[in-house]
Nanobody
Framework: QVQLVESGGGLVQAGGSLRLSCAAS????????MGWFRQAPGKEREFVSA????????YYADSVKGRFTISRDNAKNTVYLQMNSLKPEDTAVYYC?????????????????????WGQGTQVTVSS
């Protein structure tokens, strides 16, 4: 069992930065690939980024590539999402998720059905 708690969301102006954190409890974290997803008002939840168990492989949605960076610290059971050059269209609730069955990432990491555990989400609002 893994429990995930996101933090770090808030209100920021366009062009600004935020760093989201996702703290995990449970032994599965260090063996699981981790992902970030987001859901904007009135829209479906979408994939943002994923990172392999070791942190050596990362995968990004085209919409955030070059602006967002995912990382993890297995000693702290925490995964991060550094978000730079934020745009109003980045406004959403951001969720982290754990894929206990896969330690690597690839294009299948975009599929929400691959993830077994989800956090409650943290709101990010980018003003223009």
């Amino acid at each position: 069992q893994v429990q995930l708690v996101e933090s770090g969301g808030g209100l920021v102006q366009a062009g600004g930065s935020l760093r989201l954190s996702c703290a995990a409890s449970g032994r599965t974290f260090s063996s699981a690939a981790m992902g970030w997803f987001r859901q904007a008002p009135g829209k479906e939840r979408e994939f943002v980024s994923a990172i392999s168990r070791s942190g050596g492989s990362r995968y990004y949605a085209d919409s955030v590539k070059g602006r967002f960076t995912i990382s993890r610290d297995n000693a702290k059971n925490t995964v991060y999402l550094q978000m730079n050059s934020l745009k109003p269209e980045d406004t959403a609730v951001y969720y982290c998720a754990a894929d206990r069955d896969r330690s690597y990432v690839d294009n299948q990491s975009q599929m929400q059905s691959n993830y077994d555990y989800w956090g409650q989400g943290t709101q990010v609002t980018v003003s223009s």
